[in-house]
Each structure stands twice: as structure tokens, then as C-alpha cells.
């Protein structure tokens, strides 16, 4: 499987925006804060949903569980033109009771059901960082391609980043724990 340029490309606008949001200047997490705020201004970002939807898709952090893998990497494969009806990713993607909340507000917008597939792609790349790579680096020997050599550099990047989003999870457990919380192994 191969992940199509738009999801590509959001991918790492979408992984540039939960970085910005993850840490403040002085190295503590405030995600969880931040992601607080973020819902609170949803009016707002509403308008934006066609013209940056990782923007916007960030509220949904955590607000999707999985349960349909096949299903999510199929997903990837399609341009934002060619997208499933959203009802038909609904088994595959369920949303936690806050999440469908948001949900039920933005299927009223004209590009509601097309940013929510949108915004459960994002969700599921980010939250399943070793699924791109892996795929990706399965497919690249059997096309065959003459740019084999711009799909490495693709992988080093992937590979590169999935690396740096292991080190982020692993510093906010290690800040979770400092805190008194419980490790969530």
C-alpha cells in the first residue's frame, strides 16, 4: 500500500502542529491543555476545515479508536476527491462519547462528512506512527519503480520521524510518572 500525496502531506502538517502543541517554551507538556483550548475555539475553526484541516483535526486527538486497521490503510490510499462515505469508515473509526459530540456539530458543515474522514486519517497515522514505513517499504521493491531512490529518502524521513515521536511519547510518560501518575504500558 502506498499512502497518497494528500494524506503525505498532511501528515507532517498535522505532526508539525501536535508538536507546536505538545511542549511550551520551557519543555513541559502541555498538550493536553493546549488541546483543551483548541476544542474551546471550535466555532472558530470550523471555517477552516477545507482550507487547513490538520489544523483543525487536532481536537480529535485521541478521539477515534481503531478497530478496523484494513479498513484505515485503504483510507490512505485515496486522494481528498476520492474519499468513502464517512458512514462507511464509522465501524472502523469510533469515536469516543466527546469526540461524537464534535462530530455530530461538524456533519452539519457542507465539507463536514470529507474533514471528518480526513481528520480520522490523520488521527490514524499519527497514532499508529510504524504502520507508513513499514508499508511503504514493503511495496517499494515490487513496483519496480526508477524512483526507488526518492522512496529510501522517504523512508529515512518516515523512519526519522516515527523515531522522534517514540522519544516525545517516552518524555511525557517520564513527565506523567514524575507527576505521580501510573506509566500507561
Avoid: C
Amino acid at each position: 500500500m502506498r499512502i497518497s500525496p494528500f494524506f503525505l502531506q498532511l501528515r507532517s502538517a498535522y505532526q508539525s502542529e501536535m508538536d507546536d502543541l505538545a511542549f511550551d517554551s520551557e519543555g513541559r507538556n502541555v498538550l493536553r491543555q493546549r488541546l483543551a483550548e483548541r476544542r474551546k475555539e471550535f466555532g472558530f475553526l470550523l471555517q477552516m476545515i477545507e482550507l487547513s484541516p490538520e489544523m483543525v483535526a487536532v481536537i480529535f486527538h485521541q478521539g477515534f479508536r481503531f478497530k478496523l486497521p484494513a479498513v484505515m490503510d485503504h483510507l490512505l490510499t485515496h486522494e481528498s476527491d476520492e474519499f468513502p462515505d464517512w458512514d462507511s469508515l464509522v465501524d472502523a473509526a469510533h469515536l469516543t462519547p466527546w469526540a461524537h459530540e464534535l462530530t455530530q456539530v461538524i456533519l452539519k458543515e457542507p465539507m463536514g462528512a470529507w474533514f471528518l474522514t480526513v481528520a480520522a486519517g490523520l488521527e490514524y497515522m499519527y497514532s499508529k506512527p510504524d504502520t507508513a514505513p513499514a508499508t511503504q517499504n514493503a511495496n517499494a521493491g515490487e513496483e519496480g519503480d526508477e524512483d526507488d531512490e526518492d522512496d529510501d529518502s522517504l523512508n529515512e524521513f518516515d523512519a526519522e520521524e516515527e523515531k522522534d515521536a517514540r522519544a516525545r511519547e517516552e518524555a511525557g510518560a517520564d513527565w506523567m510518572v514524575e507527576q505521580g501518575f501510573d506509566r500507561k504500558d
